[in-house]
């Protein structure tokens, strides 16, 4: 037999899908039940939340890093030696 516990949630959409889906929010009995705060004023703080969330962490997208395939390396590596061979033979 499985026990439940029953809690309120607020499941507020993302203001942009590309940070995340859904976000969800466990309310406290106390909030729940009363507090002087309506439902509303909950919603509107949780949706407020999210906003914030997606505008701070979202939009920037980090710089992508130059890496340099094996391939270019090697390319590298032997120019740089046939350079260097070059030189050493001239003087």
Request: net charge positive.
């Amino acid at each position: 037999m499985v026990k439940g516990i029953s809690r309120r949630v607020i499941v507020v959409d993302s203001p942009d899908p590309r940070i995340f889906e859904q976000a969800i929010f466990i309310l406290r009995n106390e909030a729940a039940t009363g507090g002087g705060v309506t439902s509303q004023q909950l919603v509107d703080q949780a949706v407020r939340i999210a906003k914030n969330y997606a505008r701070t962490h979202g939009g920037t997208v980090p710089p992508r890093r130059f890496r340099l395939t094996p391939l270019w390396s090697a390319l590298l590596g032997g120019a740089s030696i046939g350079l260097i061979w070059l030189l050493v033979c001239l003087i």
